[in-house]
């Protein structure tokens, strides 16, 4: 059974560690420290799995589960952070993007690509063009399913928002119409019925 500390136990916890700085030697200290400690034969689910019925009921208590705005915000950091650890190359260059980018180029834009990432936000944009100040995402057939709609509209507004909190709002964000269905071409969002061209 798990100890409990009374709550006057628990402020003095909170006042004897409030300010301490955890320098990177001692969170590698911690880290060798607790290193192999529950691998192979020490892990307490060693050799065994869980039953279906289990999953099941892991499942059912994280579906549904609303997270908030913040929590999404630094897993998607978090997640960028751990793929390029591991090497991974990320994120996935939607097809078509490349060759669409280059033409803009050809006609006088300045896109960035394949991927040029907002840090703080943990998204990469398709493309962005630092002279027009333009945010360019490129949309294929993928993006019609209704919750990947759903998403891009969020991360769109997350996106505009973010530009705006720096004190520079963006001229123009842009998203092209590769979807193979509606009028191709390419769209300000921040413009009324902006249809920019084809």
Known sequence: MAKVFSLRHRRNLSKALKGRTITPEW???MRQAKRGLFSGELNPMFGRK???????????????????EETKRKLRVCAIKQHRNNGVSFPAIDHGALEEFARLNMAGFHVQYPNFEIVKLGYFLDGYD?????????????????????????????????????????KAFYRINATGVGEPGMKNVLVEGGQVGK
């Not at 999953?55 to 059912?60: A, D, E, F, I, Y």
């Not at 490129?138 to 973010?162: A, E, F, G």
Request: no cysteine; aromatic share 4%.
């Open 50 to 68: 869980h039953s279906a019925a289990t999953r099941l009921k892991m499942s059912r208590r994280h579906s549904g589960v609303p997270r908030a």
């Open 130 to 170: 630092a002279i027009l100040h333009a945010v360019f995402e490129y949309d294929t057939p993928i993006h019609l399913r209704p919750v990947i709609r759903s998403n891009d509209l969020k991360r769109q507004q997350r996106i505009i928002r973010h530009f705006e909190s720096t004190g520079q709002p963006l």
């Open 27 to 29: 969170r590698e200290n």
